[in-house]
């Protein structure tokens, strides 16, 4: 396959959203950027606003957020639309990668848990690359250290705002190693 055969699904945020956007746009790969309107986005390229029949189809109840990932998540607009966006995105992308911190009950830190968790529920290929431990790891039932590789024509690039040069290195270096003999 191309590389122009590839698409890379993201929200577009500042942080890991941007640099795989970036890095996918510095090889030749396509990017589809989910959003809704009124949202603030670091990457505006090839955005795919998506409108309010679409955004339900990815509905889910607050408190089962909440639950799945330890954490509470109060009804407000915004949170249930980014929630609703990352459902898109998991959804539309058969391997996912996230950039993050792993915790000790195995899910992800912040709304970037939301596509781990989603990503497992959908059993597609999951990969998290833990910023402190400055490692990538699989999920298989459990973390299991690893060194993934982009192997599907459609991925999710997604993670923390916070994006160390760990991080950053370790994003382009997905990249690297993945299509390094496509170029």
């Known amino acids: 396959m191309k590389l122009s ?6 929200s577009g945020l500042k942080g890991a959203e941007a640099c795989f956007g970036e890095t996918a746009e510095k090889m030749g790969i396509k990017e589809v950027v989910y959003s809704f309107e ?7 390229k090839n955005v795919v606003i998506l409108g ?17 990932l330890n954490r509470t998540y109060y009804e407000t607009d915004k949170i249930r639309r980014v929630l609703q966006t990352i459902f898109h ?18 899910s992800v830190k912040g709304g970037t848990g939301w596509a781990v968790e989603l990503a497992k529920m959908f059993n597609r290929p999951l990969h998290v690359f833990d910023q402190p431990q400055k490692k990538w790891f699989t999920w298989k039932s459990g973390w299991h250290e690893d060194s993934p590789r982009i192997e599907y024509d459609t991925f999710v690039g997604s993670g923390t705002r916070y994006l160390s040069d760990a991080g950053r290195e370790a994003i382009e270096k997905l990249f690297e190693i993945s299509f390094n003999e496509k170029k």
């Open 5 to 10: 055969d590839y698409t890379l699904f993201s």
């Open 89 to 106: 995105m998991v959804n539309s992308g058969h391997q996912v990668f996230v950039i993050g911190t792993i915790q000790e009950d195995n």
């Open 52 to 68: 309010k029949e679409q955004l339900e189809r990815g509905d889910i109840s607050m408190e089962l957020a909440s639950r799945m």
């Open 38 to 44: 009124g949202h603030k986005l670091t990457r505006e």
